[in-house]
């Protein structure tokens, strides 16, 4: 199937402002492309891009002072095929996991796994290893935490997140990777879109999505905690150890954000596809 992705941001700037942007499809998708999203600015200003040290695509620039609207607009192509499921995939014992997935065991800024490590055992140990158990982290995540915009909070942490019982993807995500990291299963922070393709309506307003990646049986599994399903159309943009690695917009200085548009859908395979009028 054919998707057509992208985003629209708009900030007020009150002074020239450095800015790092990570909007764009992730490079393991680049092949999928038929159309790159290329970062777009109003108005225009020079752009570098850099790979970070996860591998990720930034973008950076210096906003002029004032109104700077961001935008990408991509057209993907998708094999439709589901989250991929294993239920036999096993956990490794951490002296046999690669050296390159240890730094994901570790506690980092939103996920403070040693925090949690005695609610963790206690209320995991008797999950089977593997698959089961972490099933079982985002069973408890997606139920014990109520979403909602009106909770978001950008420096709520896992710790955080549990004790109070709201949030919003990224807090969903938070806790259930500490949980999983303090059970010994390297745990990844990803963000990127997430389709409504699938999905029995109504739909809620488009957003960017969280999810988390853990690695089992040689190999890194999605797992989404805050919707807690099977999903189509997924597209990845960055992955961290947590939301302050993979920021979508990061500014050294002050802004107020005046405008947010995230979209993406199906488009069929014939007709040549029209940008949408999207007025920030």
């Not at 990570?22 to 109003?42: C, I, K, Q």
């Not at 690695?245 to 990061?250: E, G, R």
Request: aromatic share 10%.
């Amino acid at each position: 199937m054919r998707m057509r992705l992208g985003c629209r941001l708009s900030f007020d700037l009150p002074a020239p402002t450095p800015m790092i942007l990570l909007l764009n499809v992730h490079y393991s998708r680049a092949s999928d492309l038929e159309r790159p999203d290329l970062l777009v600015t109003d108005p225009a200003v020079t752009i570098e891009a850099y790979r970070d040290g996860f591998g990720n695509w930034c973008n950076r620039l210096m906003a002029p002072a004032g109104i700077l609207t961001l935008s990408t607009e991509g057209i993907i192509r998708d094999a439709g095929l589901s989250d991929p499921v294993d239920q036999s995939a096993r956990q490794h014992p951490v002296e046999h996991l690669p050296s390159e997935v240890l730094g994901f065991l570790l506690p980092s800024r939103y996920c403070e796994s040693d925090v949690l490590s005695d609610f963790a055992w206690q209320t995991f140990n008797l999950a089977p290893q593997g698959w089961q158990r972490v099933q079982a982290v985002c069973d408890f995540v997606h139920h014990h935490v109520r979403f909602g915009y009106e909770h978001s909070r950008p420096t709520r942490t896992a710790v955080e997140t549990l004790n109070e019982g709201i949030g919003v993807c990224r807090d969903f995500t938070h806790l259930a990777i500490a949980l999983c990291r303090s059970l010994n299963i390297p745990a990844r922070y990803c963000t990127g879109y997430i389709s409504d393709i699938g999905q029995p309506p109504p739909y809620a307003p488009m957003d960017f999505a969280a999810w988390m990646e853990v690695y089992l049986n040689d190999r890194w599994w999605v797992f989404d905690p805050r919707n807690n399903d099977i999903r189509f159309g997924r597209v990845l943009i960055a992955r961290g150890r947590d939301a302050a690695d993979v920021p979508l917009a990061h500014s050294f200085g002050r802004h107020q954000l005046k405008g947010f548009e995230v979209w993406i859908e199906e488009i069929g395979d014939t007709s040549p596809p029209q940008s949408p009028d999207r007025p920030v």
